[in-house]
């Protein structure tokens, strides 16, 4: 019979996404929640420095290669054709993950052109989702980030965003009716890309 932690690395490998204590525990019929935890912590003592490494993401555990594997990894991936964001994508994103839950008028506003085409993609890629409609004119939705936001930006929750100075304000939305609207500068949406989603 395997050992546990045979077990939790086989899990671990086979999971196309990250996999969480409980659902370790259910799978081998563990007493708890902390005894997968510390299955997936003998595991993480047993790679040490090699290849790959074990890591919390997205409110749970994933497999993965080192960091510092990565030149010889993009250059085995060189000739694949890889799912890339725009700036604009990124921006929008970056947006959403310090502001949320955000409207799209308010996207606008901050960007200064319409968010729309840009919001499409990022849900087609279920980076973001819709969290409910704003009490406002029009009841716009609200969009949020995703779990597969956290895992595709290597977050364990989304106090691992990186920490910024000041506060991303709002622009006053009638003050950008005044000034042009928005809303018909269209903005390219996913063209342009040359930015990897996973960094």
């Known amino acids: 019979m395997p050992a ?3 077990v939790v690395e086989a899990l671990l490998f086979a999971s196309d996404t990250p996999l969480e204590a409980e659902r370790i525990r259910e799978v ?9 935890r510390e299955l997936v912590e003998e595991l993480r003592a047993r790679y040490g420095d090699r290849g790959l490494q074990i890591v919390e993401v997205g409110g749970g555990y994933r497999m993965i290669t080192r960091p510092e594997l990565a030149p010889w990894l993009v250059r085995l991936a060189r ?8 700036r604009p994508a990124l921006e929008t994103l970056a947006i959403i993950a310090y502001k949320q839950p955000v409207s799209r008028p308010e996207m606008d506003a901050i960007r200064g052109v319409n ?7 990022l849900l087609e ?3 973001i989702r819709i969290a409910g409609r704003k009490e406002a004119p029009g009841r716009p939705y609200l969009f949020e980030t995703t779990r597969e936001f956290l895992v595709a930006f290597g977050l364990r929750d989304l106090g ?8 991303l304000v709002v622009p ?3 003050g950008v009716a005044e000034h042009g609207d ?3 500068q269209q903005d390219p949406g996913a063209g342009g890309a040359d930015v990897p989603a996973g960094g």
Not at 31 to 36: K, P, R, V, W, Y
Not at 79 to 86: D, E, M, P, W
Not at 115 to 121: D, I, K, Q
């Open 115 to 121: 968010s729309e085409a840009v919001l499409e993609n």
């Open 172 to 174: 006053e939305l009638a």
């Open 28 to 36: 081998l019929e563990l007493e708890s929640a902390q005894a997968a």
């Open 79 to 86: 000739a694949r054709t890889k799912s890339r964001l725009s």
């Open 182 to 184: 928005a809303a018909t």
């Open 160 to 167: 691992d965003l990186p920490k910024v100075e000041g506060e």
């Open 125 to 127: 890629r279920r980076l």
């Open 4 to 6: 546990p932690t045979d």
